[in-house]
């Protein structure tokens, strides 16, 4: 009943940003509810969380990114962003959306993933 849907993704040079955006839509409110966390895999690797964000604007991340990833949401148009500044080749990775509920954990929900290539 929860849809995410993210965009932003694609090819990078080192050095470069991008911004990554998850939409959620069907049965989500209130959106507020929900943490929203960015997770990554990599080819051959385990998937690895990045970044989150709770409704009440508590964030996390990794210690890979911290310094060089902002998470942010805008709860009117049901959003969570990810501005990837310093982007490194070892940020190669398909980048997914995540919402879980903060009251009702099993209500949790996965977008399908974007691609992010960071090549020179």
């Known amino acids: 009943q929860v849809q995410l849907v993210e965009s932003g993704g694609g090819l990078v040079q080192p050095g470069g940003s991008l911004r990554l955006s998850c939409e959620a839509s069907?049965?989500?409110?209130?959106?507020?509810?929900?943490?929203m966390t960015w997770y990554r895999q990599a080819p051959g690797k385990q998937r690895e969380m990045v970044a989150s964000?709770?409704?009440?604007?508590?964030?996390d991340y990794s210690d890979s990114v911290k310094d060089r990833f902002t998470v942010a949401r805008d709860n009117g148009k049901r959003t969570v962003y990810l501005q990837m500044n310093s982007l490194k080749t070892e940020d190669t990775a398909v980048y997914y959306c995540n919402a879980q509920h903060n009251i009702v954990p099993m209500m949790t929900y996965w977008g399908q993933g974007i691609q992010v290539t960071v090549s020179s």
């Open positions: 069907g049965n989500v409110n209130p959106f507020t509810a929900y943490t």
């Open positions: 964000i709770s409704g009440r604007l508590y964030t």
